[in-house]
């Protein structure tokens, strides 16, 4: 059972890494309507690799409870072995593209705050506070 849990983990997390791929794709593109499309299939596969990721979890904790006395090394086969060493990878693969795809989404929403700032000026108030100035390009005269 170890086996199939950490196939299909493996499988989540190849599509998790093609769906970043993509957005990665499509922002450089500026077709954010795509992005926003992937969200929910992104999330649906996420909580899935939670779930079978924690199904690992339980399998090892068994194998550990009842072989108290013997390592890792003598209680996973080869094939387990090099299937964890395989979902690690993936893991390290998809966790430098999540940091190249929020280099541009960090990009991005800075490009439209300026652009936001320049149409509606801000008077900065400390670090967090922003008190929008009265914009003569939206004042009303009555």
Same mark, same amino acid.
């Given at each position: ?40 299939? %992104?999330?649906?596969? &996420? *909580? /899935? ?5 924690? !199904?690992?979890? =339980?399998?090892? +904790? ?20 090099? %299937?964890?060493?395989? &979902? *690690? /990878? ?5 966790? !430098?593209?999540? =940091?190249?795809? +929020? ?20 008077? %900065? ?18």
């Amino acid at each position: 059972m170890l086996i199939h849990y950490l196939e299909e983990a493996g499988e989540d997390l190849q599509r998790l890494i093609d769906l970043t791929a993509g957005d990665i794709e499509d922002i450089k593109a500026a077709r954010h309507e795509r992005m926003f499309d992937r969200i929910e299939t %992104k999330e649906r596969t &996420l *909580k /899935a690799f939670e779930n079978r990721k924690a !199904a690992i979890d =339980r399998e090892i +904790a068994t194998l550990l409870k009842n072989n108290p006395n013997s390592g890792m090394e003598e209680l996973l086969e080869e094939e387990v072995r090099e %299937k964890l060493a395989a &979902l *690690k /990878a993936k893991l390290e693969k998809l966790q !430098a593209l999540n =940091r190249r795809y +929020a280099r541009f989404v960090i990009s991005v929403g800075e490009f439209y705050d300026s652009l936001y700032e320049e149409m509606l000026p801000v008077e %900065k108030d400390g670090y967090m506070g922003k008190n929008t100035k009265l914009a003569s390009l939206l004042e009303v005269r009555v």
